[in-house]
């Protein structure tokens, strides 16, 4: 399934790593966090490599709803609860990072197709209507252009919702393959299919990769949207979730004008984006699960059957899914990898939001790798803990990962034996009392790898859908033969032989 950005804008190749190299800062991820910081970097005067596993702003990146904005759902009047002064530094450096975008766009001359659009946060229900009515207090104390209103463009009618003005959407790749392009201009090295397996932390930095390639660097970067390396015990303040996203051609005048979300329904979220002809491309995301949970066709097909309930005249021509990590305190971490870290930083929890966050990341840890004045106070330092805020959503987290660990190990598995799977089906099964992951394809023949995750060991579950296994405990992604689609996971899932008779 391939979103509607990927189909897009086709992007120039990068070499993989052949040799080692030394540079001053090494950079792992190339999607919009890793190449946001890459780009500060670069223009900062730093000598820069990033180290992508796949292609650029090909993973998380690329299957985005791609909305840049300052308003997250409702979060404002729960961070000036905590402290004023929190909500005010969350929503500067939000609306930073959208206006950051618009100069960078602007500087460079990357037609992005970035459009002002206001965002919303609205409710069907009458029970939410004081919540909004509070948050949307709340965000314009922050300093946010925010109001509560009773209508909208939608093609229903809400009982109210938090409006915010001056955001912006946009096309996250062809605004990232613009970077790319100014960066490599000025010297920095982009390698792509170099996954990286190994950082040891020193002066200097080595960077190890799959090709046994070494990067020197007196600094690194991890911005591989999960981290691949969990030297603070970030796995322990994360939740993983997916949503799906369908996505087809609108015609102008049923186009809503606004970037619009709501938690009610397992979340949609709806947004436009243009087209040739001054036709619309409608954008509709939902359907929050686990990854590994399964059943993700139906999944689907609910999501394709709301949009079709509410916007009738719109065709659906793509279908995509995209990963989120959430903090125990909704606040992403971006800052050092871990408390002793002196020259290895992270990106990471940026909990739907990834387009605003991983722009805003980018500018911090530039801030920071070159010792300029940190930005926003530590509001994102990942040092920080608030057992308060973060003790029960922490608990119930790990609970979450353990109940997988151990009831995923001790279950019988999906399936009885491998004859069960009809082609084009997958399961988990018990082959010579080892766990496996075995998938039937069209022509009836049965492929095995292991189904343990090679992260933390944890029991992948099938999808469907994208004919992908997932990790259920921390979201690392395998193809049907094993390979890392998507991290913490850095080594693929082991081949087991069947013998089917």
């Known amino acids: 399934m391939l979103s509607y950005w990927m189909d897009s804008a086709p992007a120039r190749e990068h070499p993989p790593l052949a040799e080692d190299v030394t540079v001053d800062v090494a950079v792992i991820g190339g999607g919009i966090a890793g190449l946001s910081a890459a780009w500060e970097l670069t223009r900062a005067g730093r000598s820069v490599a990033v180290l992508e596993a796949d292609r650029l702003a090909a993973g998380v990146t690329g299957y985005t709803s791609a909305k840049l904005s300052a308003q997250h759902t409702l979060i404002y009047a729960e961070l000036a609860g905590r402290d004023p002064e929190t909500a005010r530094r969350y929503a500067r450096s939000q609306q930073e990072a959208v206006e950051h975008v618009a100069r960078t766009a602007a500087e460079l001359g990357v037609d992005c197709e970035l459009e002002r ?45 938090v409006k915010v ?37 020193g002066r200097p930095c080595r960077v190890t990769t799959e090709s046994g390639a070494v990067v ?7 911005a591989t949207h999960y981290p691949i390396f969990d030297r603070a015990l970030l796995f322990a303040r994360m939740e993983v979730t997916r949503e799906l996203v369908v996505a087809g051609t609108l015609p102008p005048e049923d186009d809503p004008e606004g970037m619009y979300i709501t938690s009610e329904e ?28 399964g059943r993700v066709g139906d999944r689907f097909e609910r999501l394709a059957a709301w949009t079709g309930e509410h916007f009738p005249r719109a065709r659906i021509t793509h279908r995509w899914a995209a990963q989120d990590n959430h903090t125990t305190d909704r606040l992403p971490f971006v800052g050092p990898l871990h408390p002793g870290a002196g020259h290895a930083y992270v990106a990471t929890g ?6 605003s966050n991983g722009v805003l990341a980018g500018l911090l840890l530039s801030a920071l790798v070159t010792g300029e004045d940190e930005p926003w106070g530590g509001l994102y330092d990942p040092r920080r803990l608030h057992p308060r805020q973060e003790a029960v959503p922490m608990a119930k987290m790990q609970a979450t990962v353990a109940r997988h660990f151990v009831a995923d190990r001790l279950a019988a598995g999906d399936a009885a034996d491998v004859a069960e799977l009809r082609p084009g089906q997958g399961a988990v099964v018990k082959v010579g009392g080892h766990r496996c992951a075995v998938y039937r394809d069209e022509e009836g023949r049965a492929h095995a790898v292991s189904a343990v995750c090679t992260h933390l060991g944890c029991v992948v579950g099938f999808n469907e859908a994208e004919r992908t296994w997932e990790c259920p405990c921390h979201g690392s992604r395998f193809g049907l033969d094993g390979r890392v689609l998507q991290g913490p996971a850095v080594s693929p899932l082991e081949p087991v032989e069947l013998k089917e008779e």
């Open 165 to 201: 003005d001056g955001q912006a959407q946009f096309h996250p790749r062809k605004y990232l393959l613009g970077l790319a392009d100014a960066m490599t201009a000025r010297g920095c090295r982009i390698f792509e299919r170099t996954r990286v397996t190994g950082l040891s932390e």
């Open 350 to 355: 940026f909990g739907g939001w990834g387009m």
């Open 216 to 222: 020197s660097a007196a600094d690194v970067v991890v």
């Open 266 to 293: 397992n979340t949609r979220s709806v947004r436009t984006a243009p087209l040739p002809g001054g036709r619309r491309l409608l954008i509709v995301t939902g359907e929050s699960y686990r990854p590994g949970a």
């Open 117 to 161: 659009r206001p965002a919303y946060t609205y409710a069907r229900s009458a029970d939410q209507v004081e919540q909004l009515r509070a948050e949307a207090r709340a965000a314009a104390e922050a300093g946010l252009a925010a109001s509560f209103v009773t209508g909208t463009a939608l093609p229903f009618p809400v009982a109210g919702a």
